[in-house]
């Protein structure tokens, strides 16, 4: 069977839109209409209007999106694919905060389950949280789950007060320094490219530090011939097509791009297939349900995050 025809087909017959990380493997972002960043994706799920939603992307994702559009059905093709930093904050951590400081911000990154965001605040993702933290009146900031996108931010708003929790990818935590300091020996003008949710000891090595969407800029936009990324390889992908490379022999590239010897892969992006997409448009498994005891705070954390950003 061809996968793309059918699910082109199915998308006309049931107003589908497919979103996609730039994580997930390349051949599942070449099936999707839109694909981008976290903080991208949201918004582009808040302003759809179609009837179904398809989300390639992990769990929080496909909730973000039903949260901003409730009254459409939004699919998961891999209803398992779960980021485990989602889950690594407990609710007492808040309730302390809160107990402690009266002048407080619970900042939540939306790579967090629904729940998690109706204890909070305000959303951010990694593209946005710079802008929306350093507007925010409150002095003390909890950041949730992630430690080290919490400790970058911290660094740059030294008039804040961060209190942080341990949370952390699994992925970003666990790349090897020296893979990196190997990269840079071999390749001395490369300009090295990370993703805050690495751990300080990477973010020293950088040059650049942000989101997805902006290592894709660096590498495509910036001036140097040779970068070292520092994120899911995934992004590669896009950058490739952005230079006009995709399918091309990356020899004939005049840009040339190094990740850590361990690629860098996010197991449950990747278990997001082309077959579970056209299985998923074709049977309606995976449809996101969420708390009706917790949806209204969690979205009001999230449209919060959409509306600061825009300011
Ligand atoms: P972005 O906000 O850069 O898309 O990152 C999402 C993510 O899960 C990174 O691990
Ligand atoms: Fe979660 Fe890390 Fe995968 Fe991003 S890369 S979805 S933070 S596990």
Known sequence: MNYREEIERLKKEQDAVILAHFYVDDDVQDIADYIGDSFFLAKKAAELECETIVFCGVEFMGES?????????????????????????????????????????????????????SWSDVCVTSSNALKIVSNLPQKN????????????LSQQLPDKHFIFNDGFCPIH????????????????????????????????????????????????????????????????????????????????????????????????????TVEKTYNCLVTGAGEVQLNPETEDAARLTLTRMLEYAAK
């Open 141 to 152: 900031i909890l950041f949730i789950p992630d430690v080290h996108l919490g400790t970058w």
């Open 173 to 272: 935590e666990s790349m090897d320094v020296q893979q990196i300091r190997d990269l840079k020996a071999e390749h001395p003008n490369a300009k090295v490219l990370v993703h805050p949710e690495c751990p300080q000891w990477i973010r020293d090595e950088a040059d650049y530090i942000g989101a997805t969407s902006g290592i894709i800029s660096q590498a495509v936009e910036g001036d140097a011939d040779e970068y070292i990324i520092g994120t899911v390889v995934g992004v590669k992908h896009e950058i490739e097509k952005r230079l006009g490379y995709l399918g091309k022999d990356p020899a004939d590239c005049p840009k040339k791009f190094y990740f850590p010897k361990t690629t860098p892969v996010c197991v449950n992006m990747r278990k997001i």
């Open 65 to 117: 999106a039903k949260l901003l559009n409730p009254e459409k059905r939004v699919l998961m093709p891999e209803p398992d694919a779960g980021c485990p930093m989602a889950n690594m904050i407990y609710k007492e951590v808040i309730d302390k905060a809160r107990a402690e400081y009266d002048d407080l911000a619970v900042v939540c990154y939306v790579n967090s389950t629904a729940e998690a965001k």
